[in-house]
Nanobody, 123 residues
Framework: QVQLVESGGGLVQAGGSLRLSCAAS????????MGWFRQAPGKEREFVAA????????YYADSVKGRFTISRDNAKNTVFLQMDSLEPEDTAVYYC????????????????WGQGTQVTVSS
């Protein structure tokens, strides 16, 4: 499995922006569909965004559509999540995940996970 390390989280005011990065180890990053998920205190982990292996298609949760953008750079083994117009409801630990093969939005189908990065949006 690919090893994943997230970075870029932090504290931001409502309406602000953050860019999360997820660096992957290994030489087969382009074989992995990638996703971002988040988990707020007391809530289940939920899907945020996903991208296909070559970046040709992207998928978003309704709650972030139009505000978040997922992208990837296979040459640098990195996937990004650009988060704009952040809201206090976006506060959560954000996880990067990888799945060998086709993209999905189901967290249980991803085999590789990062350690998470905290995003806090103040009102």
């Amino acid at each position: 499995q690919v090893q994943l390390v997230e970075s870029g989280g932090g504290l931001v005011q409502a309406g602000g922006s953050l860019r999360l990065s997820c660096a992957a180890s290994g030489r087969t990053f382009s074989h992995y569909a990638m996703g971002w998920f988040r988990q707020a205190p007391g809530k289940e982990r939920e899907f945020v965004a996903a991208i296909t292996r070559i970046g040709s298609n992207t998928y978003y949760a309704d709650s972030v559509k139009g505000r978040f953008t997922i992208s990837r750079d296979n040459a640098k083994n990195t996937v990004f999540l650009q988060m704009d117009s952040l809201e206090p409801e976006d506060t959560a630990v954000y996880y990067c995940a990888g799945r060998l093969g086709v993209v999905t939005t189901t967290p249980g189908l991803f085999g590789s996970w990062g350690q998470g990065t905290q995003v806090t949006v103040s009102s």
